[in-house]
């Protein structure tokens, strides 16, 4: 499996993904936004694209997919109930789902629900794994729930899916939010050494060469996998002073994800 990550450069910060088939040259565009980038890249690599999967439903993530199609034909994958809000959709997929891209690469859906409640992340089993988690799973962050989400299913999606994946599992998000959302865990846990550690080298970065992160190094810096940390929850009491003294993990998740709507 060949992983090209595309950055958009635009005022969201979107990454685009194509995934190749390094025997065929078959790639499917995941969430191509920018299609005259991920048109071109694929022309240059000398691949075909033959899919589309988008993460979800909204414009960011599918506003490329018509000239895609357009230019190469590519069947439209999503989530099986965003029939009504992609359109053009050839294929609904749901949890256990294969979606295969040429001879050897496979990878599973996993329903994702949070962020909207028709989201898929794609999770490739291979010897590094490797998760595609659209606007889900952020470096060092977690997605809103702002626009048809719930902050209920995304704690459970990140409880009961995500943190329980392999540690060296590779983590390709839809957005380059990793400056702030380290700035956020340092703010919730001044003490963080891992967070320090890497705020330097991404303050101002270049999203194009940005640092790929895996689900071992999220638990240190995430404060959305650190809900039982005494430093985060003690600084929660200062902004919600009806925390309960030993609040459980899915009150500091939905604590978290309020303060960051207005961080």
């Known amino acids: 499996m060949i992983v090209e990550r595309i950055w958009t450069a635009n ?5 685009n993904y194509l995934i190749a088939c390094p025997e065929t040259g078959e790639a499917l565009a995941i969430d191509p936004l920018d299609s005259e980038k991920t048109l071109n890249t694929a022309r240059v690599k000398g691949w075909q694209i033959t899919q589309i999967l988008n993460t979800h439903e909204h414009h960011d993530h599918t506003g490329g997919n018509a000239a895609v199609v357009a230019a190469t034909g590519a069947k439209v994958i999503a989530h099986h109930k965003a029939g009504g809000k992609i359109a053009g959709m050839d294929r609904g997929v749901m949890a256990g789902d294969v979606i295969r891209v040429g001879k050897t690469v ?3 859906c996993l329903d994702t629900p949070g962020h909207t409640l028709c989201h898929i992340c794609l999770f490739a089993h291979t010897e590094q794994p490797a998760l595609f988690s659209g606007d889900t799973l952020f470096n060092a962050g977690a997605g ?3 626009n048809g989400g719930d902050v209920h299913a995304m704690y459970a999606t990140f409880s009961e899916q995500l943190a329980k994946l392999p540690d060296n599992t590779r983590v390709y998000p839809g957005h380059d939010y990793i400056e702030n959302n380290l700035k956020f865990t340092l703010a919730r846990e001044p003490d963080n050494v891992a967070a320090a550690a890497l705020l330097p080298s ?3 970065h270049d999203a194009a060469s940005a640092v790929v992160t895996t689900l071992a190094q999220e638990k240190l810096f995430n404060t959305f996998f650190r809900l039982d940390n005494a430093l985060i929850i003690d600084q929660l009491r200062e902004k919600f002073s009806d925390l309960p003294k030993q609040p459980d993990a899915k009150t500091v998740f939905m604590k978290l994800r309020e303060l960051r709507n207005s961080w």
């Open 11 to 15: 005022a969201y910060r979107n990454f």
């Open 106 to 108: 496979e990878l599973e």
């Open 144 to 146: 809103n729930v702002h």
């Open 202 to 204: 991404v303050t101002g």
